[in-house]
Structures are given as C-alpha cells and as structure tokens.
Nanobody, 127 residues
Framework: QVQLAESGGGLVQAGSSLRLSCAAS????????MGWFRQAPGKEREFVAV????????YCADSVKGRFTISRDNAKNTVYLQMNSLNLDDTAVYYC????????????????????WGQGTQVTVSS
C-alpha cells in the first residue's frame, strides 16, 4: 500500500511554469507506475502523464506534450510534473496516482487502473 501527497499547485499567469511534486510513503515506491491526472470543473478526470517504475519510460497526453515533463526520483520516493507554458485550459485539480502495472499493460492512461490517489493540488492559470 502507498500513500500519496501532492504539492506545488497555485495561481499563476498564462505562460508561466509550475512544478508539482508527489511524495509517496512506503518502501516499495519502485513497484509502482506513477501517473498524473487532472480534473477541471464540470469535466471528467483526464490523463496527463505517466512514468514507469524506473523513470526510463514516460508518456504525456497530446494536450500537454512538449510543455509538461514527468519524472521521478526513487531515492526520494517522489514523482514530479514540470509544467511550462501554462495556459487557461490547464486549470484543474491535479492528482498523482500509483498502480502496480505489468510491463505489458496498455491501459496506463485509464484512471481506473490506478489504485492509489493523492488528495489533489489546485492549479489555476489566469490570463
């Protein structure tokens, strides 16, 4: 089991950058694929980015590709989401999530594949 706590959200202007952090408890952090999702008001939760247990493989949604970067530091039990060139559409509550997924898992973009979730951190982008 793992507990997750996000931090780093806030109110920023369009074009700015933020780095979100997600600290995980427990000694089995490397057992988990880590993902970031977001949910805007009135919308469903959507996939943002994912990284495998080592950080050697990452993938970002098309909507954030080239602007957001996911990374992890297994020595610190932490996963990060570096967000650059933020725009109004990025306003949402951002959640990190953990899942034990096999190497052959293809549904890593689905929220229901993740068993553990943080409480979320609000990111608000203003014009």
């Amino acid at each position: 089991q793992v507990q997750l706590a996000e931090s780093g959200g806030g109110l920023v202007q369009a074009g700015s950058s933020l780095r979100l952090s997600c600290a995980a408890s427990g000694r089995t952090f490397t057992s988990y694929t880590m993902g970031w999702f977001r949910q805007a008001p009135g919308k469903e939760r959507e996939f943002v980015a994912v990284t495998n247990w080592s950080g050697g493989w990452t993938y970002c949604a098309d909507s954030v590709k080239g602007r957001f970067t996911i990374s992890r530091d297994n020595a610190k039990n932490t996963v990060y989401l570096q967000m650059n060139s933020l725009n109004l559409d990025d306003t949402a509550v951002y959640y990190c999530a953990a899942a034990r997924l096999s190497t052959f898992e293809t549904n890593w973009y689905l929220a229901n594949r993740y068993a553990y979730w943080g409480q979320g951190t609000q990111v608000t982008v203003s014009s």
